[in-house]
């Protein structure tokens, strides 16, 4: 397996990348959807999510109505939307509005399909427990079970799981998208410290806490949720770990419970520091991510990495740091892959790919026209088409912009 550094014509981390020319590649870039802060919401942070017909869903923090006061520039309390091709353009429909009590509020995270055929997600707040603005909810949307006659067509909201503060040792505020493995059960994280387990019996789901991040030394805040390896185990980031900067860890299921192993500790110096988007194995079974700082102490922007087995061990290996001096600049959110190995995401700048070519800025973000404060990772198709979501810019109705969806075409 060659080295991501091979890979990508890279020799790792040194002064010269910091100082590279920020160059943007020769693609076109399209606003797919303009929020406008009301019925269809605002602030989309997470990443989108597609379907195997090519229509693109994902949420809003605000916007849509509902008992929530203004917050990243609209009033209400999120919307699950959905978008679609028609051939001559992509029409946003809304799924559901978020009423901010028992049902939940503040959907921040992608958007997962579960086994079902079901649409799968959390909210930050809401569920009505016992947190001043409620502890954030698991949910479940599906559409209409007859046939809507209406041009919106809202779909079926069901929240599976309301977080309780204290309550049998579980956390809130839940991040990251979910996970399933191949019995239908849900994995997920909260960003007070817990990897969660949801496990279903009849119409009842029950929360098992499978590892509690609990203090500098042993991690807070596992953002970004968790993935399966290929070996059945869990792998995750935690955003403080040790020397406070962070690391990346894998959970071992020993058949009476769950175990962790600490597989890289960021330094700051020389690696960066502060992941906060969540893990994406890629095809030479390594596990990819970013960290929003570094890769020197007040130097640099943030960087991309992997961690990969080697041996029995696993080898950290860094790939690229972002130029600049920017608080945490870097990638936030999960990287996107194609079969080439090169990768995709964003940065605070624009989007970027990372491959045999070396970086290559795809478009560069500009406050005054679209895309400001960049809200998420970038999600990829079959044909190469990249789609992402910006939180603000390109609108004068919320403070910053209402955020936007878009395409980068090859």
């Not at 020769?26 to 017909?53: K, S």
């Amino acid at each position: 397996m060659p080295s991501l550094s091979a890979r990508f014509y890279t020799a790792g981390l040194v002064v010269a990348l910091l100082l590279c020319r920020v160059a943007a590649h020769a693609q076109t870039y399209t606003v797919l959807h303009n929020f406008t802060g009301g019925g269809d919401g605002a602030a989309p942070f997470a990443e989108l999510t597609l379907d195997r017909a090519g229509n693109l869903y994902g949420t809003t923090a605000s916007g849509g109505g509902g008992s929530c006061p203004i917050e990243y520039g609209a009033a209400g309390c999120g919307v699950v939307f959905k978008l679609s091709n028609t051939g001559s353009g992509w029409i946003e429909t809304p799924l559901y509005a978020f009423q901010g009590g028992d049902d939940g509020a503040r959907p921040m995270a992608q958007l997962s399909f579960g086994l079902d055929g079901a649409l799968y997600g959390t909210t930050s707040e809401g569920g009505g427990e016992s947190c001043g603005k409620g502890c954030g909810t698991v949910f479940k949307l599906t559409p209409q079970a007859t046939f809507c006659h209406s041009v919106l067509c809202p779909w079926n909201e069901t929240v599976i799981y309301r977080f309780n503060l204290g309550n049998n040792g579980e956390d809130a505020a839940p991040t990251g998208a979910l996970t399933f493995d191949s019995a239908g059960n849900i994995y997920g994280t909260t960003e007070n410290g817990e990897v969660y387990e949801l496990t279903r019996s009849g119409g009842t789901w029950t929360e098992t806490v499978l590892y509690n991040f609990t203090s500098y030394q042993t991690g807070e805040e596992p953002q970004g949720g968790v993935v399966f390896g290929a070996d059945g185990n869990l792998y995750g980031v935690a955003y403080l770990y040790g020397n406070a900067y962070g690391a990346v860890y894998q959970l071992v299921n020993t058949g009476s419970g769950w175990t962790e192993n600490l597989l890289y500790s960021f330094q700051e110096w020389g690696d960066g520091g502060f992941p906060m988007g969540g893990l994406t194995l890629d095809q030479y079974g390594c596990f990819v991510g970013g960290t929003t700082v570094g890769p020197y102490l007040g130097t640099g922007s943030g960087t991309v990495y992997a961690v990969c087995p080697n041996g029995g061990n696993w080898q950290f290996e860094n790939t690229y740091g972002f130029p600049g001096m920017y608080l945490q600049g870097g990638p936030a959110d999960k990287l996107a892959t194609d079969t080439s190995g090169a990768l995709y995401g964003t940065w605070l700048g624009g989007v970027f790919e990372l491959g045999n070519s070396g970086f290559v800025a795809l478009h560069n973000f500009d406050s005054n026209q679209d895309g400001a404060f960049n809200g998420s990772g970038v999600i990829r198709d079959a044909s190469g088409h990249l789609y992402g979501t910006a939180s603000g810019g390109n609108s004068q109705i919320c403070s910053n912009g209402c955020g936007e969806v878009y395409e980068i075409t090859p």
